[in-house]
T-cell receptor, first 113, second 112 residues
Framework: DQQVKQNSPSLSVQEGRISILNCDYT??????FLWYKKYPAEGPTFLIS?????DKNEDGRFTVFLNKSAKHLSLHIVPSQPGDSAVYFC????????????FGKGTTLSVSS | DAEITQSPRHKITETGRQVTLACHQT?????MFWYRQDLGHGLRLIHY???????NKGEVSDGYSVSRSNTEDLPLTLESAASSQTSVYFC???????????FGPGTRLTVT
């Protein structure tokens, strides 16, 4: 059963607007969450992360929000740029499970100019 | 510059053959991971290692093995390749107590 779910396979946004990518999880033992970005023919690259003790983390145009009661996190990109077009993966780490990550299926973001 | 490399980048092999994919990192990271990426499944953990002589099974470890004889390398072996193992394989590494993993460029494996 999927523990990390990205229910939207794709998202299309216009340049300059906000992109919101969503991620839901089922395991209450998850205590750290990460977002990765992946371009075609390249490996994923780390984007931003958040600990379960926080509800928001911001890094430039990227903000991650965590709602523990809803077991939901979201990645906001403002403003969106064509170079943001990529596949975005949500990942989670379980408390006491070392540093192994569980990834969602990914959401493909397309930003048009 | 420190980096993580994978070889080969592309491989075509026949069903039943043994295949080894190489992963080499120069960051001196203790933690190393192997994932496969398939359409509709995202990234799934195959095996991982937290140091020399340490190996652990991930979510989809059947048909795969790893060994860790030094810090820099974690080769992934497919004992008897199957068509279901056609995939893109990513190696990653991380420093102790960090959850941020650095990924290699991937190996596209086709089993015919």
């Amino acid at each position: 059963d999927q523990q990390v779910k990205q229910n939207s396979p794709s998202l299309s946004v216009q340049e300059g607007r906000i992109s919101i990518l969503n991620c839901d999880y089922t395991n209450s033992m998850f205590d750290y969450f990460l977002w990765y970005k992946k371009y075609p023919a390249e490996g994923p690259t780390f984007l931003i992360s958040i600990s379960s003790i926080k509800d928001k983390n911001e890094d430039g145009r990227f903000t991650v929000f965590l709602n523990k009661s809803a077991k939901h996190l979201s990645l906001h990109i403002v403003p969106s740029q064509p170079g943001d077009s990529a596949v975005y993966f949500c990942a989670a780490k379980s408390q006491g499970a070392g540093t192994a990550l569980i990834f969602g299926k990914g959401t493909t973001l397309s930003v048009s100019s | 510059d420190a980096e993580i490399t994978q070889s080969p980048r592309h491989k075509i092999t026949e069903t039943g053959r043994q295949v080894t994919l190489a992963c080499h990192q120069t960051w001196n990271h203790n933690n190393m991971f192997w994932y496969r990426q398939d359409l509709g499944h995202g990234l799934r953990l195959i095996h991982y290692s937290y140091g020399v002589q340490d190996t652990n099974k991930g979510e989809v470890s059947d048909g795969y093995s790893v060994s860790r004889s030094n810090t820099e390398d974690l080769p992934l072996t497919l004992e008897s390749a199957a068509s279901s193992q056609t995939s893109v394989y990513f190696c990653a590494s991380s420093v102790d107590r960090s959850y941020e993993q650095y990924f290699g460029p991937g190996t596209r494996l086709t089993v015919t």
